[in-house]
């Protein structure tokens, strides 16, 4: 079962805050999160395992609640370089394959 | 820092054609995986190979057939080729022998086929 994002679209003025969320049915193992510009690869941001954590750098953070099987994204401060769709990847054992969420298409205008 | 390389980065075909493309993992990189991404779509996994091994299957059409070679490389080949086949098809590649407990899968930039 492919896990859902949330929200699909948003669009955030230079500056403003934006918080990414993904949802799994099945317990996870870890959660990848990626950003995607138009025509290209995605980019890695960061891995969350079970267990709670929470990761971040610079103005990019993400938590993950194991018990619920879901994960956040959290971007603070949005410059417009993180336009772009971004895609959860889950993994339900570890050195799988990743299943990607239905993604979230970020805009940030000036 | 070595990427993740994928060959041809753009390929045309015919309906009925076939296609065969290309992935060179990360230098001592020992999984291969591929997926296939539409126009709007998530990435959907197609195949993975661990130590030149299938290690996990997806949603492949039996049109389509991959291995991994002795060096590491990965080819994926598709035959009969057919109009929803035109996507964009990445490879990833990840350490899983480094000893720990989890690794990100590096992308590369992906294979834009277009089917005609």
């Known amino acids: 079962q492919q896990p859902v994002q949330s929200p699909q679209a948003v669009i955030l003025r230079e500056g403003e805050d934006a918080v990414i969320n993904c949802s799994s049915s099945?317990?996870?193992?870890?959660v990848h999160w990626y950003r995607q510009k138009h025509g290209e690869a995605p980019v890695f941001l960061m891995i969350l395992l079970k267990g709670g954590e929470q990761k971040g750098h610079d103005k990019i953070s993400a938590s993950f609640n194991e018990k619920k099987q879901q994960s956040s994204l959290y971007l603070t401060a949005s410059q417009l370089s993180y336009s772009g769709t971004y895609f959860c990847?889950?993994?339900?054992?570890?050195?799988?394959?990743?299943?990607f969420g239905t993604g979230t298409r970020l805009t940030i205008i000036p | 820092a070595a990427g993740v390389i994928q060959s041809p980065r753009h390929l045309i075909k015919e309906k009925r054609e076939t296609a065969t493309l290309k992935c060179y993992p990360i230098?001592?990189?020992?999984?291969v995986y591929w997926y296939q991404q539409g126009p709007g779509q998530d990435p959907q996994f197609l195949i993975s190979?661990?130590?030149?091994?299938?290690?996990d299957k997806g949603s492949i059409p039996d049109r389509f057939s991959a291995q991994q070679f002795s060096d590491y490389h990965s080819e994926l080949n598709m035959s009969s080729l057919e109009l929803g086949d035109s996507a964009l098809y990445f490879c990833?590649?990840?350490?899983?022998?480094?000893?720990?407990?989890?690794?990100?899968?590096?992308f590369g930039p992906g294979t834009r086929l277009t089917v005609l």
């Open positions: 990847g889950t993994e339900n054992f570890g050195n799988e394959k990743l299943t």
């Open positions: 190979f661990y130590e030149k091994m299938q290690s």
């Open positions: 099945k317990a996870l193992y870890s």
């Open positions: 230098p001592r990189h020992d999984t």
């Open positions: 990833a590649s990840r350490d899983r022998t480094s000893g720990s407990s989890y690794n990100e899968q590096f």
